[in-house]
C-alpha cells in the first residue's frame, strides 16, 4: 500500500544519510524501479566519492536487510 511504500522510502533515505560518507547534496534517489502483483522493487542511489563507493555500497545493502527486516518488512537485496 501507498503508506507502507512510504514508510520504506523514509526509512532507507535516512539509513542511507546516516553513512558520513554519503553525500547529503545531491540527495540520496531512492526511487521505484519496478511493480508487481507480489513486489517493488527500489533502486537505492546515494552519493559518495569514487574511493567510498565500493564499501557504501556492501555496507548499505548489509544495513537495508538489517533495519527493515527489523522492522518487518520482507527484504531481498540485489545489485543491478
Same mark, same amino acid.
Given at each position: 500500500?501507498?503508506?507502507?511504500?512510504? #514508510?520504506?522510502?523514509?526509512?532507507?533515505?535516512?539509513?542511507?544519510?546516516?553513512?558520513?560518507?554519503?553525500?547529503?547534496?545531491?540527495?540520496?534517489?531512492i526511487?521505484?524501479a519496478?511493480?508487481?502483483?507480489?513486489?517493488?522493487?527500489?533502486?537505492?542511489?546515494?552519493?559518495?566519492?569514487?574511493?567510498s563507493?565500493?564499501?557504501?555500497?556492501?555496507?548499505?545493502?548489509?544495513?537495508? #536487510?538489517?533495519?527493515?527486516?527489523?522492522?518487518?518488512?520482507?527484504?531481498?537485496?540485489?545489485?543491478?
Open positions: 500500500d501507498a503508506g507502507e511504500l512510504f #514508510r520504506v522510502k523514509e526509512l532507507l533515505l535516512a539509513l542511507v544519510l546516516a553513512d558520513p560518507r554519503v553525500y547529503p547534496s545531491p540527495a540520496p534517489a526511487e521505484i519496478e511493480v508487481t502483483e507480489t513486489m517493488v522493487r527500489l533502486h537505492v542511489r546515494p552519493w559518495t566519492s569514487v574511493e563507493y565500493a564499501a557504501v555500497a556492501a555496507e548499505t545493502m548489509e544495513r537495508i #536487510r538489517e533495519e527493515l527486516g527489523g522492522a518487518g518488512i520482507r527484504v531481498t537485496v540485489a545489485f543491478a
